[in-house]
């Protein structure tokens, strides 16, 4: 198995790394390969910043080991390898009405990413995070291989869940599906006119999956407005069908201009009648609307673009309005805007979720941009809120103690699981997240 080097990208494109890749097929060759010590693993990089990254050292790419290994239907439980893509894993078990419990916003997320930012989806209030739904893993750690389950290794698994490849590679894993109807959702759409009106559907909703899209360019008495999307599983009913794009080159600078961002929000607003209206999609358009625009990461040019997601305690509902109106105000955000609901449910000692609102807004990487999602970022901590690692590329070391109360048993337990330091990526490096205190 050779090591190649290569220059490798965050989802973003805005932070970039040069170092060498292997992607074994095979648990022979992943073994071989970390026989002189531990490596970072990867999986599909939808991570936005650095989690994925090691300027100048070795990654594994696990997606080549992406094999379904069983499946017990009286209990739901799937046997998978970590390189595995969510959305291959619905594609394939819908039909026989059993779906992910957690499902993120994109179906190229492979089992170990997910893991190792413990992930949330669109019913996450219900649900919890996709951790909560591991029953066990297989983790190479410095010691070799360990069964890891929340029973038998609690410490190590909740510093696994969530905890950024930092106690091994993950080989594979045992999830617990949920049952499902079929393979379409019925999707209920509507208008939402502003933060208020947007705050109270999400806390009355109770549908199984719920998600607000919102206009971050609407300012004044439009500020917060969008669609809130419903959803239930169901079958027997024929979707519309979808149409798969690409984007075949980097875009140019205007392509996101502001001008041209508002009127795109204003017609994406009105697709949706006044009244609503419920319409029938495949699995994959509701749950990943983005990946049907194949390298849709390239409309904001070679330089890349930042996500700024921060999630905030439900009393802190203010204080996000007051960042939505700064991020109004800026005539800087993009199309991509989205509002959840939170549950309490998370896995792991340094897993995103809590009980609150989640707001996601991408951003072109332009240096007024940055300086507002720094802002963005004192005011979610002001607010008692966190930032997610999924997403950041910007945060500092200092600034992580606050947000996430159990850095120090992470810490502890990652110390144990790789004493040399050898799985450190660049995001982890970035935060000094294994040493700041
Ligand atoms: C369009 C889009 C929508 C998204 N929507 C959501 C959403 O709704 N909710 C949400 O929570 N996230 C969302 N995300 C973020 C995404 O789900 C996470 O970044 C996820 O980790 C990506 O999986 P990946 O396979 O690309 O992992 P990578 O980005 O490659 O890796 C993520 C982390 O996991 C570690 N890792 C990966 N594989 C292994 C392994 N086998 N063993 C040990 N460590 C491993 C890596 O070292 C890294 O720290 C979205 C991303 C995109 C691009």
Known sequence: MLWKTADYAGWGRALTATGELARPERRSALDALLQDGLVPAIGMRRSYGDAALNDGGRVIDMTRLDRMLGFDPA?????????????????????????????????????????????????????????????????????????????KTPELFRATAGGLGQTGVIVSARLRLLPCKGDVMVVTERRVEDWDEHIALLDASEATYTVGWIDATATGAALGRGILEEGE??????????????????????ALAGPIVRAFNAAYYRRVPASGRTVVKPISDFFFPLDKIHDWNRLYGKRGFHQFQCVVPLSSAPALRDMLDEIASSGLASPLAVLKRMGPGRAGFLSFPMEGYTLAVDFPNRAEARELIRRLKSLCVDAGGRIYFAKDSLARGTDIPAMYPDLAAWQAEVAKADPDGALITDLVRRLSLRSVA
């Open 75 to 151: 209990t739901g439980i799937l046997d998978v390898e970590a390189g595995a893509r969510v959305g291959e894993i619905a594609a394939a078990f819908a039909p026989k009405g059993w779906l992910p419990a957690v499902m993120p916003g994109t179906g190229f997320a492979t089992v170990g990413g997910c893991i190792g930012q413990d992930v949330h989806g669109k019913n996450h209030h219900h649900a919890g995070s996709f951790c909560e739904h591991v029953v066990s893993l297989t983790l190479l750690t410095a010691k070799g291989a360990v069964e890891v389950s929340r029973e």
């Open 233 to 254: 599983t169901g079958s027997g009913l024929v979707p519309k069908r979808v149409r798969y794009r690409k984007v075949p080159f980097d875009a140019p600078k205007f």
